[in-house]
């Protein structure tokens, strides 16, 4: 930064200090970043659309140079903040990534308006409109590309997610982070010709902010069981969708939970132990399952998870068991100690146009299967680099079929297929 400055002469940050229209930018983005702290947003702190803070801090390299860069990792601290998982290595991975995506907007900066206003002696002027905007439409490109390249880098490395999928998330990024940037050229000139105007913008800024909590908790009881507080039904399907469609990988596992027992709770305890019920096991379902897995009610006493792709088979027989097991003990309902066990059913999609219903279906017919017979129904598909590989259990049996799913019980009997 320093050697910017060097070669591009632009305000001292001192100076920048005693700048109102710089100050003005600055405490726009400490609100901006701040405000989701407040109570009532305390439970769509992680759900924003417009990141203004982001458009803010480039605004303030628009107008007051390379020094004004500096906005961006104090925003990154900031922004560790709002997660409830902070930690210190992710407060300096934050502050460390949008420090990089500072100083490249800070070169870009210092090249373009050298290219746009030519040779000069001393202290450069301030941009004018036009300049403004090609140079705010110029970074708002170099922020995105930096942002996705970083943090696909960061996810690739730590094995978070593929190159593939991040690249795929492109089109959110501008819909997050472009929009706010866009503006960028607009507090610019705000700041430089009208600072008295930005304090005005605060309102704005928290009228964003409550229009995103109230769209966020609309959409969210759209998608959530009003009940047991899970994913509902279209949520879920949306989600297989998703996860269907996005291909990184060849297998996507869906398991069906049907709870056994649970009519006799409604006829003998009454529909609101039933209701009690319902809500146990929705805890005890998302507490045994894996963070980046999806627990949803499909309907009545029937559940769905869907697990993340790539699950190994030892692991997905034993969080069947784990399931099974948090499902058969002891529950309190109406003042009634009453107990449930689970048939279980599960179906491993490999074909990309697999429709999530038909997933869900073959998951279905899997579980219904297990209720005819004794033992908890485990599939027991086995992976190899091709694709689908029947056990040496069932190949014995000769009823291999193409896209079968064997169904054997915990003691490893073959039990029959689901197709």
Same mark, same amino acid.
């Given at each position: 930064?320093?050697?910017?400055? +060097?070669?591009?002469?632009?305000?001292? =940050?001192?100076?920048?200090?005693?700048?109102?229209?710089?100050?003005?930018?600055?405490?726009?983005?400490?609100?901006?970043?701040?405000?989701?702290?407040?109570?009532?947003?305390?439970?769509?702190?992680?759900?924003?659309?417009?990141?203004?803070?982001?458009?803010?801090?480039?605004?303030?390299?628009?107008?007051?140079?390379?020094?004004?860069?500096?906005?961006?990792?104090?925003?990154?601290?900031?922004?560790?903040?709002?997660?409830?998982?902070?930690?210190?290595?992710?407060?300096?991975?934050?502050?460390?990534?949008?420090?990089?995506?500072?100083?490249?907007?800070?070169?870009?900066?210092?090249?373009?308006?050298?290219?746009?206003?030519? =040779?000069?002696?001393?202290?450069?002027? +301030?941009?004018?409109?036009?300049?403004?905007?090609?140079?705010?439409?110029?970074?708002?490109?170099?922020?995105?590309?930096?942002?996705?390249?970083?943090?696909?880098?960061?996810?690739?490395?730590?094995?978070?997610?593929?190159?593939?999928?991040?690249?795929?998330?492109? /089109?959110?990024?501008?819909?997050?982070?472009?929009? @706010?940037?866009?503006?960028?050229?607009?507090?610019?000139?705000?700041?430089?010709?009208?600072?008295?105007?930005?304090?005005?913008?605060?309102?704005?800024?928290?009228?964003?902010?409550?229009?995103?909590?109230?769209?966020?908790? $609309?959409?969210?009881? +759209?998608?959530?069981?009003?009940?047991?507080?899970?994913?509902? #039904?279209? /949520?879920?399907?949306?989600?297989?969708?998703?996860?269907?469609?996005?291909?990184?990988?060849?297998?996507? $596992?869906?398991?069906?939970?049907?709870?056994?027992?649970?009519? !006799?709770?409604?006829?003998?305890?009454?529909?609101?132990?039933?209701?009690?019920?319902?809500?146990?096991?929705?805890?005890?379902?998302?507490?045994?399952? #894996?963070?980046?897995?999806?627990?949803?009610?499909?309907?009545?006493?029937?559940?769905?998870?869907?697990?993340?792709?790539?699950?190994?088979?030892?692991?997905?027989?034993?969080?069947?068991?784990?399931?099974?097991?948090?499902?058969?003990?002891?529950? $309190?309902?109406?003042?009634?100690?009453?107990?449930? @066990? +689970?048939?279980?059913?599960?179906?491993?999609?490999?074909?990309?146009? $697999?429709?999530?219903?038909?997933?869900?279906?073959?998951?279905?017919?899997?579980?219904?299967?297990?209720?005819?017979?004794?033992?908890?129904?485990?599939? !027991?598909?086995?992976?190899?680099?091709?694709?689908?590989?029947?056990? !040496?259990?069932?190949?014995?049996?000769?009823?291999?079929?193409?896209?079968?799913? =064997?169904?054997?019980?915990?003691?490893?009997?073959?039990?029959?297929?689901? @197709?």
């Amino acid at each position: 930064m320093v050697i910017l400055v +060097a070669a591009d002469p632009a305000p001292h =940050p001192g100076d920048l200090l005693r700048n109102p229209g710089f100050l003005a930018l600055a405490a726009l983005v400490v609100l901006t970043d701040l405000y989701p702290l407040v109570p009532w947003l305390s439970d769509v702190r992680d759900d924003r659309v417009f990141i203004w803070s982001v458009g803010l801090s480039v605004g303030a390299i628009l107008a007051y140079g390379p020094w004004a860069a500096l906005l961006l990792p104090v925003s990154g601290a900031l922004a560790n903040l709002l997660k409830p998982d902070s930690r210190w290595w992710r407060l300096g991975l934050n502050m460390g990534m949008c420090g990089v995506h500072g100083l490249v907007c800070a070169i870009v900066f210092v090249v373009l308006r050298a290219a746009l206003q030519g =040779p000069t002696i001393g202290p450069r002027p +301030a941009l004018v409109p036009w300049q403004l905007l090609v140079t705010g439409v110029a970074l708002a490109v170099v922020f995105l590309l930096s942002n996705v390249l970083l943090l696909t880098a960061a996810s690739v490395s730590l094995g978070i997610s593929t190159a593939r999928s991040q690249v795929r998330m492109w /089109s959110r990024r501008v819909s997050v982070i472009g929009t @706010s940037l866009l503006f960028s050229p607009v507090f610019a000139e705000m700041a430089l010709q009208a600072a008295v105007l930005l304090p005005m913008m605060a309102a704005g800024i928290l009228g964003v902010h409550e229009v995103e909590a109230t769209m966020h908790r $609309t959409v969210r009881e +759209a998608r959530t069981d009003t009940l047991t507080g899970l994913a509902n #039904r279209a /949520s879920l399907v949306h989600h297989l969708a998703m996860m269907i469609a996005a291909g990184d990988r060849p297998d996507v $596992t869906v398991l069906v939970i049907d709870l056994d027992g649970f009519k !006799a709770v409604n006829d003998t305890h009454g529909h609101v132990a039933g209701d009690e019920v319902l809500m146990t096991v929705a805890r005890r379902l998302a507490e045994v399952v #894996r963070l980046p897995d999806l627990v949803a009610r499909y309907g009545g006493d029937e559940f769905v998870v869907v697990l993340g792709p790539g699950v190994p088979e030892l692991e997905l027989r034993r969080l069947i068991a784990d399931l099974g097991e948090a499902l058969e003990g002891p529950m $309190t309902a109406a003042g009634r100690v009453v107990t449930v @066990s +689970a048939s279980i059913g599960v179906a491993v999609g490999t074909d990309p146009a $697999t429709t999530p219903m038909e997933l869900i279906g073959r998951a279905d017919r899997a579980m219904y299967r297990r209720k005819t017979n004794a033992g908890r129904a485990v599939p !027991a598909p086995l992976w190899t680099a091709t694709g689908f590989e029947l056990g !040496a259990d069932v190949q014995a049996h000769n009823l291999a079929a193409p896209r079968a799913t =064997p169904i054997v019980g915990l003691g490893n009997e073959l039990l029959g297929f689901d @197709s």
